[in-house]
Nanobody, 126 residues
């Protein structure tokens, strides 16, 4: 059974940093891509970043390029999202998700992911 567990959210002032962690289990890592998504109240869930576990290829939404960094620790089977220079508009519930055999051109689509964590809240104050 695949499980995905996130942690690391919180309240931070604009310009600050947070690091989110995600620990998936029950899956064959080489077959999967791991993504970070976020959803603000009244908005659709949007893809923030993605990493392909076997190749290490990464993708980012334009809104976070240069500020967020996705990484993985193969030894710990843990995914991270380092978020720097945070802005109030980054405030959202952040989700970690896993997708098997994900075409890279749709890395951003939540419909391609079939295993989701419970989410962790990130709030950036101005």
């Amino acid at each position: 059974q695949v499980q995905v567990v996130e942690s690391g959210g919180g309240l931070v002032q604009a310009g600050g940093s947070l690091r989110l962690s995600c620990t998936p289990s029950g899956l064959t890592f080489d077959d999967y891509a791991m993504g970070w998504f976020r959803q603000a109240p009244g908005k659709e869930r949007e893809g923030v970043s993605c990493v392909y576990w076997s190749s290490g290829s990464t993708y980012y939404a334009d809104s976070v390029k240069g500020r967020f960094t996705i990484s993985r620790d193969n030894a710990k089977n843990t995914l991270y999202l380092q978020m720097n220079s945070l802005k109030p508009e980054d405030t959202a519930m952040y989700y970690c998700a896993a997708a098997q055999h994900l075409p890279n051109k749709v890395w951003w689509s939540p419909y391609e992911y079939n295993h989701w964590g419970q989410g962790t809240q990130v709030t950036v104050s101005s």
